[in-house]
């Protein structure tokens, strides 16, 4: 059983920055994928970024070159650097991570631990 919980979320500012960081608990020696994937209102939930077990990278189209994901495999915590974020960013922001497989995408369906997700509202 993994535990992912979620912090960083706020408040900011078009075109400040933030860090989200999510804590993983409750495995041992096991490498795995994670992700960031969010939901605004209304809105289906998408993906953000993923890491793989491998340390490969893979970011969707609207947050590449902005967002960018790293994982502390010493503290287990992943982190998702926002910078120049949009109004179009705010949604809520989750934590996923599936420990069956190395690679798991930006497909939501690959993964079966979340978050409860952190709230991120980015401001004009």
């Known amino acids: 059983q993994v535990q992912l919980v979620e912090s960083g979320g706020g408040e900011v500012q078009a075109g400040g920055s933030l860090r989200l960081s999510c804590q993983a608990s409750?495995?041992?020696?096991?490498?795995?994928?994670m992700g960031w994937f969010r939901q605004a209102p209304g809105k289906e939930r998408e993906g953000v970024a993923a890491?793989?077990?491998?340390?490969?990278?893979g970011y969707a189209d609207y947050v590449k070159g902005r967002f960018i994901i790293s994982k502390d495999h010493a503290k287990h915590t992943l982190y998702l650097q926002m910078d120049s974020p949009k109004t179009g960013d705010t949604a809520m922001y989750f934590c996923?991570?599936?420990?069956?497989?190395?690679?798991?995408?930006?497909?939501?369906?690959?993964?079966?631990?979340w978050g409860q997700g952190t709230q991120v509202t980015v401001s004009s």
């Open positions: 996923a991570a599936d420990i069956r497989r190395s690679t798991c995408g930006l497909r939501s369906d690959r993964y079966n631990y």
């Open positions: 890491f793989d077990a491998d340390g490969i990278t």
């Open positions: 409750g495995y041992e020696g096991v490498s795995f994928c």
